[in-house]
């Protein structure tokens, strides 16, 4: 699997943009990128996913560099309820298990 | 739509005791995944079947965990004897092939 690195933790203000970083200088060349966040007390939850790309939909846009060793991903207007740990997952798609790094926890403020 | 059911929510037990947790995927799904969450060591995947079958259980800590999947909308991951250091939130997932996992409440585990 390959290796991440995404900062511990971000903070930004409500209604402001956020980008969350995260870095997969290892990754396989057939690997997607995909994002899922983990609200407190709740499963992980889906965000976003990508091969090459740049993605958008409702909730997160994707960018990812054209080497492909990392990628950005952007919250337009930040809410409260965005407040979550997120989670950068280089892997060959849903049939596979996923594997958690430590992910960055986003601290939204009002 | 009625997303992936796990229960119970929470599940206090005396060590040495059989655990068993149960998790209904979303219909139509043919894959599932157990995971297991604690502070020390995050979320790590134990186990996941496609179609019933388990394809890799590697992360099954010890063969006191075990998994079935009997049917397409059944399974449970049991833990025979328990103890203390199972603690831990146990989550179960499912997807359509590649598609995104989409992930239960839970099952809060402690074991005394």
């Known amino acids: 699997d390959a290796k991440t690195t995404q900062p511990n933790s971000m903070e930004s203000n409500e209604e402001e943009p956020v980008h969350l970083p995260c870095n997969h200088s290892?990754?396989?060349?057939?690997?997607?990128i995909h994002w899922y966040r983990q609200l407190p007390s709740q499963g992980p939850e889906y965000v976003i996913h990508?091969?090459?790309s740049n993605v958008n939909n409702r909730m997160a846009s994707l960018a990812i560099a054209e080497d492909r060793k990392s990628s950005t991903l952007i919250l337009h207007r930040a809410t409260l309820r965005d407040a979550a740990v997120y989670y950068c997952?280089?892997?060959?798609?849903?049939?596979?298990?996923?594997?958690f790094g430590k992910g960055t926890h986003l601290i939204i403020q009002p | 739509d009625a997303g992936v059911i796990q229960s119970p929510r929470h599940e206090v037990t005396e060590m040495g005791q059989e655990v068993t947790l149960r998790c209904k995927p979303i219909?139509?799904?043919?894959?599932l995944f157990w995971y297991r969450q604690t502070m020390m060591r995050g979320l790590e995947l134990l186990i996941y079947?496609?179609?019933?079958?388990?394809?890799?259980d590697s992360g099954m800590p010890e063969d006191r965990f075990s998994a079935k999947m009997p049917n397409a909308s059944f399974s449970t991951l049991k833990i025979q004897p328990s103890e203390p250091r199972d603690s831990a939130v146990y989550f179960c997932?499912?997807?359509?092939?590649?598609?995104?996992?989409?992930f239960g409440d839970g099952t809060r585990l402690s074991i005394l």
């Open positions: 990508g091969l090459t």
């Open positions: 219909s139509g799904h043919n894959s």
């Open positions: 997932a499912s997807s359509l092939f590649s598609g995104p996992q989409h």
């Open positions: 997952i280089p892997s060959g798609g849903g049939a596979d298990g996923l594997t």
């Open positions: 079947f496609n179609n019933n079958v388990p394809i890799d």
């Open positions: 290892t990754i396989s060349g057939t690997d997607y």
